[in-house]
């Protein structure tokens, strides 16, 4: 009912910056939540950040001050600025959504997740 596509992922430099974003299309009546997680290898897989259909932002420390979110309403669509990116961030990174379906309710999607390499 609702699909995912991130796009954005690739090979950055210690110290640089990448952007991606997710679009979410479908049978969306309404939309909680945007948000990122990441899933580093060895690791579980974390939030990065997240916005509330209202605006409102959380980040966890380890990437405050680094990354941004922000969110088209009318496209569905969130992005992640990540800047002075450190090779710790080398994840793959998901996409997820916190919607309002129509007959459904209340439900959230994953995306496929897209890798981020940051070499040192």
């Known amino acids: 009912q609702v699909q995912l596509v991130e796009s954005g992922g690739g090979l950055v430099h210690d110290g640089g910056f990448r952007r991606v974003s997710c679009a979410a299309s479908?049978?969306?009546?309404?939309?909680?939540?945007m948000g990122w997680y990441r899933q580093a290898r060895g690791k579980q897989r974390e939030l990065v950040a997240v916005i509330t259909s209202g605006g409102d932002t959380n980040y966890p420390d380890s990437v405050k001050g680094r990354f941004t979110i922000s969110r088209d309403n009318t496209k569905n669509t969130v992005f992640l600025q990540m800047n002075s990116l450190k090779p710790e961030d080398t994840a793959v990174y998901y996409c997820?959504?916190?919607?309002?379906?129509?007959?459904?309710?209340?439900?959230?999607?994953w995306g496929h997740g897209i890798q981020v390499i940051v070499s040192s």
């Open positions: 479908g049978s969306i009546f309404s939309i909680y939540s």
């Open positions: 997820h959504v916190d919607v309002q379906v129509p007959e459904l309710g209340r439900l959230e999607y």
